[in-house]
């Protein structure tokens, strides 16, 4: 019983201090830590090539374990370099001060969503025991990081759209002052004018690309959606510095 209580408080403990390790770092160290495992995710891949040649040229029972071993090495080190990519994202995002708690929110819940799938497929990768079984978690893992992918990609689409609509409240103020010290200059409205009409433009534009966004997932072609998403918010871009260089432009010639 007292071993069984022990071991209890030891997983308890161990669990905390993985947790603990995680809130302390900072997004440019999660990021430094997925590129090693993206590394490490490289070098199982090659071991893994390597065991299916020699396997290959000598098809014994060792090679063959071989293979499968090295198999999940590969799968378990892919788990590692997704983990490690949404712990980053999710810290990116919590450490950028533009992004609204409520986005924040959302962000960790899809974060925390994924990486429970990441410990249910370790799980897998773990009772595998065949090159079968190999092929059958692959293609599973390989339909979950789709979906991870969808997630984190429409997460980082509603931070630029979020951004963006930040971006152009502040023209759009800079605008106002400007028209209201205007006091009827006709060329300085005239500037006015075509800084509203682009700002207008590319508040359609980040609207598009909101809707858009929200298209990133599956089933469906998420991969298209988020290009079609980026496309509206650098045409966006665009509005909003051609919108600034009029304001500016009217500015000058108020001053001058």
């Known amino acids: 019983m007292a071993k069984?209580?022990?071991?209890?408080?030891l997983v308890i403990l161990l669990v905390l201090m993985q947790v603990a390790a995680v809130s302390a770092l900072t997004a440019s160290e999660a990021k430094e830590d997925w590129r090693d495992a993206k590394e490490l995710s490289k070098e199982t891949?090659?071991?893994?090539?390597?065991?299916?040649?020699?396997?290959?040229?000598?098809?014994?029972?060792e090679n063959n374990q071989?293979?499968?071993?090295?198999?999940?090495?590969?799968?378990?080190a892919a788990l590692n370099e997704a983990e490690a990519w949404?712990?980053?994202?999710?810290?990116?995002?919590?450490?950028?001060?533009?992004?609204?708690?409520?986005?924040?929110?959302?962000?960790?819940?899809?974060?925390?969503a994924?990486?429970?799938?990441?410990d249910s497929l370790r799980t897998e990768v773990d009772g595998i025991q065949t090159r079968f079984d190999l092929g059958v978690v692959f293609l599973k893992m390989i339909g979950n990081y789709f979906e991870l992918l969808s997630d984190v990609a429409r997460n980082s689409g509603n931070v630029w759209v979020y951004i963006a609509d930040t971006h152009a409240d502040k023209i759009e103020s800079y605008e106002l002052k400007l028209r209201d010290a205007a006091n009827h200059k006709e060329d300085v409205l005239a500037k006015l004018d075509?800084?509203?009409?682009?700002?207008?433009?590319?508040?359609?534009?980040?609207?598009?690309?909101?809707?858009?966004?929200?298209?990133?997932?599956?089933p469906g072609t998420p991969l298209v959606k988020f290009a079609e998403g980026n496309n509206y918010l650098r045409a966006a871009r665009a509005n909003m510095i051609?919108?600034?260089q009029n304001l500016n432009q009217a500015y000058r010639m108020l001053v001058n």
């Open 4 to 9: 069984k209580i022990v071991t209890v408080f």
């Open 45 to 61: 891949q090659e071991k893994n090539q390597d065991a299916k040649i020699k396997y290959a040229g000598n098809k014994t029972v």
């Open 66 to 76: 071989e293979v499968i071993d090295t198999g999940k090495e590969v799968l378990h």
């Open 194 to 218: 075509s800084a509203h009409l682009e700002l207008e433009t590319a508040r359609k534009n980040i609207d598009n690309a909101e809707l858009t966004y929200k298209e990133v997932k599956l």
């Open 242 to 244: 051609a919108a600034n």
């Open 114 to 118: 994924n990486l429970a799938k990441i």
């Open 86 to 112: 949404l712990i980053w994202k999710d810290l990116e995002a919590d450490e950028n001060q533009d992004v609204p708690d409520d986005l924040k929110d959302s962000i960790k819940e899809d974060v925390d």
